[in-house]
């Protein structure tokens, strides 16, 4: 049967981003039913029940860390939206909020409603500039039709939203980063524990959910927690997902289908195959940059969280990134490198010194001036910086480093003994 997309299936029809558009495809009926005949406590069963996973990189269980907050309700609870989406070749949330922001917003109201929180903080990634202005226009028509504000639909529920802009900082994705940025200082991540549950924005007990998480809880407000826990591969890879296609592939973009859906089928079917049908499928990213790369023969793999765990890779933000057979794996990871150089926030010297280490090493093995232990060194680099850092930015460069060396080593040591890149004159990456 073909699949019904959920996520977007407004997205993309003309004026999806309107309040009227929203309302009159039946939108905010979920938050109508919840807010009249559920209860807060109840809401976070329904999420548990769903199986909902986070769908910001880590998979963690939704209802879940919901249920970590403290009981005692003696300081106010934030949710914070995280819209930061500065993943290399993720770019699902930005879809959400330019199309179908209300479908967000609603989740956003529900899960605010959830977990007793009454002001919220979308924390939007800076150069969103169409975004900001679609998602403030939402915003501002919510207020309006009484869905957000002070006795939301009559309900007695009370809740502001805060638009805040970041400033162009990849780290502060990172959900610690992302309270510090908030509240004014550098995004500098802190050290865990305590969990943003417990002490998180300003003090206070802090849920933070990604943007495309929060759209799911709006489908499970609409038709409950049964229904969606029978998409994808039950019982803990359920729900719709969003999958971004990027790389050596015919019509790159974003393509919705359920959990476990097969990697080669959103490569072949979905974005129209191999661009160039003569180089060959050679690797790919299934998870975003900061995942494990996959080569060809490991491609027959389902895109899950568990499938891609026992794969060796990671769902991550299922940013699927194709590479041909026309492809450096040396100079891929260089590329990659030196986006992690620049984005290291510096406060662990593994993770800062670290990732100049990679960028000077790659560049000389691009460059013919490689040594042969160099492509050791690079693992023994990555292997110091893994698990010895304040965040986990610094395994989403270890990781890269170690699987492409492990992966491609021949092709490494090819670059050493030629003195350069084999493929120099053919390489790329888009
Ligand atoms: C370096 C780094 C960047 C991140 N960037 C994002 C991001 O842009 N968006 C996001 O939702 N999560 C990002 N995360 C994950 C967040 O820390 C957090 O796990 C997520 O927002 C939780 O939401 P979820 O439970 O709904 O998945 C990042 C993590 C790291 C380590
Ligand atoms: S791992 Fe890197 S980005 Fe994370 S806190 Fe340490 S230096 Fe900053």
Same mark, same amino acid.
């Given at each position: 049967?073909?699949?019904? #997309? ?9 004026? &999806? ?5 929203? *309302? ?40 879940? +860390? ?16 995280? =819209?930061? %989406?500065?993943? #290399?070749?993720?770019?699902? /949330? ?8 209300? *479908?967000? !917003?609603?989740?956003?109201? *529900? ?15 800076? %150069? ?13 028509? @919510? ?11 009559? &309900? ?12 162009? =900082?990849?780290?502060?994705? %990172? ?37 495309? $998480? ?11 927690? @049964? ?13 719709? +997902? ?20 097969? *990697? ?9 195959? !191999? ?30 969280? /568990? ?64 040594? #042969?232990?160099?492509?050791? !060194?690079? $693992? ?8 010895? $850092? ?9 990781? #890269? ?26 390489? $790329?990456?888009?």
């Amino acid at each position: 049967m073909p699949y019904e #997309p959920l996520l977007l299936r407004n997205a993309g029809k003309p004026g &999806s981003e309107t309040i009227d558009a929203y *309302l009159a495809s039946g939108g905010y009926q979920g938050l109508r039913r919840v807010l009249k005949e559920s209860t807060p406590e109840k809401m976070v069963e329904e999420v548990k029940a769903s199986g909902l996973r986070g769908r910001g990189g880590a998979g963690f269980a939704t209802g879940v +860390k919901w249920g970590f907050l403290p009981k005692t309700r003696d300081k106010p609870r934030y949710l914070c939206i995280n =819209a930061d %989406e500065s993943e #290399p070749g993720t770019f699902k /949330d930005r879809l959400l909020i330019e199309k179908d922001p209300h *479908l967000v !917003l609603e989740g956003i109201i *529900l899960s605010a409603y959830a977990i007793e929180c009454r002001t919220a903080f979308f924390y939007i990634r800076g %150069e969103f500039h169409q975004g900001c202005r679609v998602f403030q226009r939402a915003v501002d028509e @919510a207020y309006a039709k009484g869905f957000l504000g002070k006795n939301i639909l009559g &309900s007695g529920y009370d809740l502001d939203l805060v638009l805040y802009r970041g400033a162009g =900082a990849y780290i502060c994705g %990172e959900e610690t980063a992302l309270l510090e940025s908030l509240e004014g200082k550098r995004g500098l991540p802190r050290i865990k524990p305590p969990f943003p549950a417990i002490v998180g924005l300003y003090g206070c007990p802090t849920i933070i959910n990604n943007v495309e $998480t929060l759209a799911n809880v709006t489908l499970i407000a609409e038709r409950g927690a @049964a229904w969606y826990a029978t998409i994808g591969r039950p019982p803990k890879n359920t729900g719709p +997902k969003l999958y971004c296609l990027s790389g050596h592939v015919k019509r790159p973009g974003v393509y919705e289908a359920p959990l476990g859906v097969p *990697l080669m089928e959103l490569i072949e079917e979905r974005a129209g195959g !191999l661009l160039r049908p003569d180089r060959p499928l050679k690797a790919v990213v299934p998870g975003g940059s900061s995942m494990r790369i996959l080569p060809a023969s490991k491609c027959d793999v389902l895109m899950d969280f /568990d499938s891609l765990v026992a794969a060796g890779s990671m769902l991550g933000s299922a940013a699927v990134i194709v590479m041909d057979a026309g492809t450096c794996m040396v100079w891929a990871l260089l590329s990659l490198a030196r986006f992690y150089a620049h984005e290291s926030c510096g406060q662990c010297t593994p993770c800062r010194e670290g990732t100049g280490w990679f960028v000077k090493i790659l560049e000389r093995l691009e460059a013919g001036q490689g040594r #042969p232990e160099d492509v050791d !060194l690079l $693992t023994d680099v990555a292997n110091k910086v893994e698990g010895n $850092t304040i965040c986990p930015f610094g395994e989403a460069i270890a990781w #890269p480093v170690q699987s492409y060396v492990k992966t491609f080593r021949e092709e490494y040591e090819e670059h050493v003994r030629r003195k350069g890149c084999p493929l120099a004159a053919t390489a $790329t990456v888009s």
